[in-house]
């Protein structure tokens, strides 16, 4: 069964966090790989990380240094902590599960097959 479930968006001023939750089916969860994309209105999708069965993390250039990609596989929740967020992060936010990658192929919506319904994140100045 495939179910992807995310929680934890919200509205925060500049500078602040959320930490984002995607709990997922156990067939989705042992996918290979697991990811957070965003898309504001009028843009395109945008890969945020994504993390291997290995533990192995990748992030887009809007994260890196401020976002932290995870997973708990006792309770099939991948996790995005993010802070120092900024209006431009302001999006809907889409956990992702797909076939195993490596470095730059976690970044890529093709390794994705499967896709949750998005939490909005609103970001005020």
């Known amino acids: 069964q495939v179910q992807l479930v995310e929680s934890g968006g919200g509205s925060v001023q500049a500078g602040g966090s959320l930490r984002l939750s995607c709990v997922a089916s156990l067939h989705s969860y042992n996918r290979g790989s697991m990811g957070w994309f965003r898309q504001a209105p009028g843009t395109e999708r945008e890969a945020v990380a994504g993390?291997?069965?290995?533990?192995?993390?990748k992030y887009g250039k809007s994260a890196t240094g401020r976002f932290t990609i995870s997973r708990d596989n006792t309770k099939r929740t991948l996790f995005l902590q993010m802070n120092y967020l900024k209006p431009e992060d302001t999006a809907m936010y889409y956990c992702a599960a797909g076939t195993v990658c490596y470095g730059v192929d976690c970044l890529n919506a093709a390794t994705y097959d499967e896709w949750g319904q998005g939490t909005q994140v609103t970001v005020s100045s």
């Open positions: 993390i291997n069965r290995f533990n192995g993390a």
